[in-house]
């Protein structure tokens, strides 16, 4: 029986609890669905899982110093390392799918036998991105499970994996985390001043892993706070200007990393229209970005509550165009030639 594991702090409690039980009682399940928005930590709790089920010492769990735990954290970081019992999947970055080729791979990975003889584990991430034909041979491993070899599909979108894959694996469905949680490991643990948590706390709305990306990722963070200002700025703008920021949007990613790019940035915008809806409304405690009732005074922007509602429908709708390949740049010039 090991004495003590150590999990994430932010990670989501009653998950945790799960997952720990089956480790103390040596009985995890065969294959995992976990469930829940992007950057709520899924990855990093199937990672510790992993790394927890993998570490060769037995005691406080993981040990971080054999072997195999230190493969985990050299890179933090780092999705792709190489370890010969854990492996890993995702989208190539210029694919929209996860190809049969890559389950192939990943199969094969898992059905060599165990360095350590223990387990072998698994993870597919953005598993709704699985091409039919992969999710096809991926549920034939899952119809035949092997002892000591588990598979996690990690999805956002878990509703539109194939429910013969659903209906072989645990799905744990990942909740947001309270901002004050967020707000307290930046202060205690990561020692960010007060007002800095406060304001990436609220900007994560809940997903600790979108709050370290924030702190970590000083581009990530840039292209954020950039995409929220000149949303407000061409908000207060006339035509040339709304196409000249499309133009700087589009002009430099082609393909799927131009229609990613789209993607994230029309979420900024949604993000801001919430936002904006909730000060009209007077409901300023649960607004995510604390400073933009002055930066929308300052712009001098008046929009009505019906107005923001019909942009946020504009932009909802934005996305389904780009999942059915419609060019990020049309997409976009439709948005901001719309409102
Ligand atoms: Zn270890």
Excluded at 40 to 65: E, H, R
Excluded at 208 to 223: M, R, V
Aim: charged letters at 25%; a neutral charge; glycine letters at 6%.
């Amino acid at each position: 029986m090991k004495d003590k594991i150590v999990w994430p702090s932010l990670a989501n409690e009653q998950i945790i609890k799960y997952l720990e039980k089956s480790i103390l009682e040596n009985n995890p399940e065969g294959s995992y669905v976990f469930s829940g928005p992007d950057n709520i930590g899924k990855s990093t709790v199937a990672k510790s899982f992993a790394q927890i089920l993998l570490c060769k010492n037995k005691g406080f769990l993981p040990c971080g110093v054999c072997e195999s735990c230190r493969r985990f954290t050299i890179k933090d970081n780092e999705e792709y390392f190489s370890h010969g019992d854990f492996t890993f999947v995702t989208r190539a970055k210029d694919k929209k799918n996860i190809s049969i080729e890559q389950i192939r791979d990943f199969i094969r990975v898992l059905n060599m036998s165990s360095f350590a003889g223990g387990y072998k584990i698994g993870v597919v991430k953005h598993a709704e991105l699985l091409s039919t034909e992969a999710a096809n041979a991926l549920l034939k491993t899952l119809e035949e499970p092997k002892e000591k070899t588990i598979i996690i599909l990690i999805s956002s979108e878990a509703e539109l994996l194939p429910t013969t894959i659903l209906s072989r694996c645990k799905i744990l469905y990942f909740k947001p985390v309270m901002t004050e949680k967020i707000y307290d490991y930046l202060v205690k643990e990561r020692n960010v001043s007060r007002e800095k948590a406060r304001n990436l706390s609220r900007l994560s709305l809940g997903r600790p892993a979108l709050a370290i990306k924030f702190l970590e990722d000083e581009e990530f963070y840039y292209f954020y706070n950039n995409n929220v200002e000149d949303f407000l700025h061409i908000c207060g703008s006339g035509i040339n200007e709304r196409l000249m920021l499309v133009e700087e949007l589009t002009g430099k990613e082609k393909g799927q990393a131009g229609t990613r790019i789209a993607h994230r940035v029309i979420e900024i915008w949604q993000g801001v229209c919430r936002d904006w809806l909730l000060l009209l409304l007077g409901q300023n405690n649960y607004v995510q970005h604390i400073y933009l009732a002055d930066e929308i005074k300052h712009q001098g922007i008046e929009y009505t509550e019906a107005e923001i509602v019909r942009l946020s429908k504009l932009l909802s709708r934005a996305h389904l165009y780009l999942k059915a390949n419609v060019s990020p740049r049309l997409v976009l010039e439709n948005i901001v030639l719309n409102f």
